[in-house]
């Protein structure tokens, strides 16, 4: 096995419109791998694509198949009418509730384990978003600009959790935000 996954020469168009040309990059195993690029460039056609919900239109990729792939959508893709704490245990079924509860309270997620998500503000769904897919079991973590909507604050707890949770693991992370890059510690930094 490779110490990467190698994307090879993707390209995707919707009509008459390339959204991705040609691309080729590999992605270390084991570590954070940005995606920078304007709005409209195709990061999350990207994604998509490597996550198996798009086919490309030519070039391939190292097969994923095998990897478990864990997922923060730009939408927070959560069960509207679950509770905040089930929607974790989507994932999560295996760990202790005493377990999830405490990492709730680390994002700063109190009293609300057991409201349905359709009470929650925007930023604490996002949240749950993110503690979902970090609860997950996963060998590949896509994350397309997951702290989008946090107030500073929020945001900053919430990447040093997210930090923490990762490492050893491979993560392709998509962001504008240069504070992201910086805390990510993201080993490469691929532009679209």
């Given at each position: 096995?490779?110490?990467?996954?190698?994307?090879?020469?993707?390209?995707?168009?919707y009509?008459?419109?390339?959204?991705?040309?040609?691309?080729?990059?590999?992605?270390?195993?084991?570590?954070?791998?940005?995606?920078?690029?304007?709005?409209g460039?195709?990061?999350?056609?990207?994604?998509?694509?490597?996550?198996?919900?798009?086919?490309?239109?030519?070039?391939?990729?190292?097969?994923?198949?095998h990897?478990?792939?864990?997922?923060?959508?730009?939408?927070?893709?959560?069960?509207?009418?679950?509770?905040?704490?089930?929607?974790?245990?989507?994932?999560?079924?295996?760990?202790?509730?005493?377990?999830?509860?405490h990492?709730?309270?680390?994002?700063?997620?109190?009293?609300?384990?057991?409201?349905?998500?359709?009470?929650?503000?925007?930023?604490?769904?996002?949240?749950?978003?993110?503690?979902?897919?970090?609860?997950?079991?996963?060998?590949?973590?896509?994350?397309?600009?997951?702290?989008?909507?946090?107030?500073?604050?929020?945001?900053?707890?919430?990447?040093?959790?997210?930090?923490?949770?990762?490492?050893?693991?491979?993560?392709?992370?998509?962001?504008?935000?240069?504070?992201?890059?910086?805390?990510?510690?993201?080993?490469?930094?691929?532009?679209?």
């Open positions: 096995m490779n110490d990467f996954i190698s994307v090879e020469h993707i390209s995707k168009c009509g008459q419109k390339q959204v991705l040309h040609d691309l080729s990059f590999r992605i270390p195993y084991g570590r954070v791998t940005a995606i920078t690029a304007p709005s460039a195709g990061k999350t056609t990207l994604l998509r694509i490597l996550l198996g919900l798009e086919a490309a239109d030519s070039g391939s990729f190292t097969e994923l198949e990897l478990k792939k864990s997922a923060v959508f730009q939408e927070d893709r959560l069960c509207e009418n679950l509770t905040a704490l089930a929607n974790v245990q989507l994932v999560a079924a295996n760990k202790e509730r005493a377990t999830l509860l990492a709730m309270e680390q994002l700063q997620l109190f009293d609300c384990a057991d409201k349905p998500v359709r009470e929650l503000s925007g930023g604490m769904k996002r949240r749950i978003a993110i503690l979902r897919a970090l609860s997950a079991e996963y060998d590949l973590l896509i994350l397309d600009e997951p702290f989008r909507g946090l107030d500073d604050a929020t945001k900053t707890i919430v990447m040093e959790y997210t930090k923490e949770k990762c490492k050893g693991k491979t993560v392709l992370f998509v962001t504008h935000d240069k504070t992201e890059l910086s805390a990510m510690n993201a080993v490469q930094k691929i532009s679209l």
